[in-house]
């Protein structure tokens, strides 16, 4: 039970908005670890919570905005009521420390990616201080501290593991180094026995993250590196599935690609981020790889794993990007028929250098760039996955219908497909391994009938 001061005694509330990527989804869920087992409950409503905290990205402007504008909101709620405490932690807090404690006057606490496992002493450090002043902690270089940590994840199927911190590559748009820190890799001995106890308490995927997860293990002083890692991960029984995002193209080499494929838990679904598909914009991005590189590893991949699914992440809009630079994006969009692609309009971040690097593309020409890649791969999407119809696929079974349809249940592919079927009624299925009939498809869901239900 938790005391409100100077009012009845009373279960507080916790309320935490999660802004950006997997990795701050895991982060968000080691807060709510500590927040619970400083006996703090969830809840849904922001406008009844007694700490508020926003757990933010700053890769693109545009989600900036969005988390200054919700700051507002949550300012307003705490004008209304001082008691609510306030925090913002993050990459958006690590980047933005002074400014956000000027722009944000009622926030009471802000920390970065680093002290996501200190909270118990943030607020520990901020009762001391009544509330008094904003409490601050943003420090980048701190090591990872994740062994043993309480954490609450976010589904009972599927268990995030950050394997690694930071990034070294210091790609010439990309902030992540400079609001992360460098990189630094977790013990493989911590991670196996984290992945044991997820084991035990019946999860069935894993999914390791990182930023650039393919250079896990340098600065290790053994010889832990990725692939020993997955071979590992492999050998325990009861995980079935294992993930990893995301890989860098420079680190992706033939010897990973044949752990993938003789790791029968490994799922056959390789997240690869291109960003470009001209050799003159990558270099100006400093992504360490020329398209000659890049279609090398597809043809591998392809070779070795024929029916692995290939995703990626493409930026439209690079400084002094020109029409031709685009059309080799589309190009290699068309060579490679992704399964899907992430596609986002480039926008300026301070400390990177890309802003120096060329002249800045108009917004309608980014915006144009990116409706026509995405009509291009929505139409690769689309054939790729009409040609699974008639074809029996492997579901792990996540939940009911997203739309609350009855008697419809949806789940992932080894290749990371979301299929949907129907069944009467039953949620005994629910985190089981099925076996689907696709029977249609579009550019961004398999539909099918059951097949069986596999024997654990
Ligand atoms: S690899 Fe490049 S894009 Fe990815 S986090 Fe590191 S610097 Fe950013």
Same mark, same amino acid.
């Given at each position: 039970?938790?005391?409100?001061?100077?009012?009845?005694?009373?279960?507080?509330?916790?309320?935490?908005?999660?802004?950006?990527?997997?990795? &701050?989804? &895991?982060?968000?869920?080691?807060?709510?670890?500590?927040?619970?087992?400083?006996?703090?409950?969830?809840?849904?409503?922001?406008?009844?919570?007694?700490?508020?905290?926003?757990?933010?990205?700053?890769?693109?402007?545009?989600?900036?905005?969005?988390?200054?504008?919700?700051?507002?909101?949550?300012?307003?709620?705490?004008?209304?009521?001082?008691?609510?405490?306030?925090?913002?932690?993050?990459?958006?807090?690590?980047?933005? %420390?002074?400014?956000?404690?000027?722009?944000?006057?009622?926030?009471? %606490?802000?920390?970065?990616?680093?002290?996501?496992?200190?909270?118990?002493?943030?607020?520990?450090?901020?009762?001391?201080?009544?509330?008094?002043? !904003?409490? %601050?902690?943003?420090?980048?270089?701190?090591?990872?501290?994740?062994?043993?940590?309480?954490?609450?994840?976010?589904?009972?199927?599927?268990?995030?593991?950050?394997?690694?911190?930071?990034?070294?590559?210091?790609?010439?748009?990309?902030?992540?180094?400079?609001?992360?820190?460098?990189?630094?890799?977790?013990?493989?001995?911590?991670?196996?026995?984290?992945?044991?106890?997820?084991?035990?308490?019946?999860?069935?995927?894993?999914?390791?993250?990182?930023? &650039?997860?393919?250079?896990?293990?340098?600065?290790?002083?053994?010889?832990?590196?990725?692939?020993?890692?997955?071979?590992?991960?492999?050998?325990?029984?009861?995980?079935?599935?294992?993930?990893?995002?995301?890989?860098?193209?420079?680190?992706?080499?033939?010897?990973?690609?044949?752990?993938?494929?003789?790791?029968?838990?490994?799922?056959?679904?390789?997240?690869?981020?291109?960003?470009?598909?001209?050799?003159?914009?990558?270099?100006?991005?400093?992504?360490?790889?020329?398209?000659?590189?890049?279609?090398?590893?597809?043809?591998?991949?392809?070779?070795?794993?024929?029916?692995?699914?290939?995703? !990626?992440?493409?930026?439209?809009? @690079?400084?002094?990007?020109?029409?031709?630079?685009?059309?080799?994006?589309?190009?290699?969009?068309?060579?490679?028929?992704?399964?899907?692609?992430?596609?986002?309009?480039?926008?300026?971040?301070? &400390?990177?250098?890309?802003?120096?690097?060329?002249?800045?593309?108009?917004?309608?020409?980014?915006?144009?760039?990116?409706?026509?890649?995405?009509?291009?791969?929505?139409?690769?999407?689309?054939?790729?996955?009409?040609?699974?119809?008639?074809? !029996?696929?492997?579901?792990?079974?996540?939940?009911?219908?997203?739309?609350?349809?009855?008697?419809?249940?949806?789940?992932?592919?080894?290749?990371?497909?979301?299929?949907? @079927?129907?069944?009467?009624?039953?949620?005994?299925?629910?985190?089981?391994?099925?076996?689907?009939?696709?029977?249609?498809?579009?550019?961004?869901?398999?539909?099918?009938?059951?097949?069986?239900?596999?024997?654990?």
């Amino acid at each position: 039970m938790v005391f409100k001061k100077g009012k009845k005694e009373r279960v507080l509330s916790y309320f935490i908005k999660t802004y950006g990527c997997q990795m &701050n989804v &895991n982060d968000s869920e080691y807060l709510a670890g500590q927040l619970e087992e400083m006996d703090y409950k969830k809840t849904p409503d922001l406008n009844n919570a007694d700490l508020i905290i926003l757990n933010t990205c700053c890769v693109r402007k545009k989600v900036e905005q969005k988390i200054y504008s919700m700051a507002g909101r949550v300012s307003q709620i705490k004008e209304d009521n001082p008691e609510v405490v306030f925090g913002i932690c993050g990459c958006l807090a690590q980047k933005e %420390i002074e400014n956000i404690a000027k722009k944000i006057p009622y926030i009471d %606490i802000i920390f970065g990616p680093s002290q996501i496992t200190s909270f118990r002493e943030i607020m520990e450090l901020y009762r001391q201080n009544e509330g008094k002043e !904003t409490i %601050i902690f943003c420090d980048n270089r701190e090591p990872l501290k994740l062994a043993n940590k309480p954490i609450k994840h976010h589904s009972p199927i599927t268990a995030y593991i950050q394997i690694m911190k930071g990034c070294n590559n210091f790609c010439s748009y990309c902030i992540v180094p400079y609001t992360r820190g460098p990189e630094e890799s977790r013990a493989a001995k911590e991670i196996i026995d984290e992945i044991e106890e997820l084991a035990s308490k019946k999860y069935k995927e894993i999914m390791l993250l990182g930023q &650039n997860v393919n250079s896990y293990g340098q600065g290790l002083s053994n010889k832990d590196n990725f692939l020993n890692l997955l071979s590992q991960i492999n050998k325990i029984e009861e995980i079935k599935r294992i993930r990893f995002t995301t890989s860098h193209p420079k680190d992706f080499n033939l010897d990973l690609i044949k752990v993938i494929k003789d790791g029968s838990k490994i799922c056959e679904h390789i997240h690869l981020p291109l960003q470009s598909g001209s050799d003159n914009i990558l270099n100006k991005m400093n992504r360490k790889y020329n398209m000659k590189q890049y279609y090398n590893i597809i043809n591998n991949i392809r070779k070795c794993m024929p029916d692995a699914s290939i995703t !990626t992440d493409i930026m439209v809009g @690079f400084p002094g990007e020109t029409e031709e630079d685009f059309q080799e994006t589309i190009k290699a969009c068309q060579n490679i028929q992704f399964d899907s692609c992430y596609t986002f309009i480039y926008s300026n971040r301070e &400390n990177t250098l890309s802003p120096f690097l060329g002249e800045e593309i108009p917004l309608l020409t980014k915006k144009k760039r990116l409706w026509a890649l995405m009509e291009v791969q929505k139409e690769i999407s689309s054939r790729i996955n009409q040609s699974l119809i008639g074809k !029996t696929v492997e579901v792990l079974v996540e939940n009911r219908s997203k739309k609350g349809i009855e008697n419809q249940y949806w789940g992932k592919t080894r290749t990371n497909k979301v299929a949907v @079927f129907s069944y009467s009624n039953n949620d005994s299925l629910i985190a089981k391994l099925v076996y689907v009939k696709v029977k249609k498809a579009d550019a961004y869901t398999l539909f099918g009938e059951l097949i069986y239900v596999k024997r654990e």
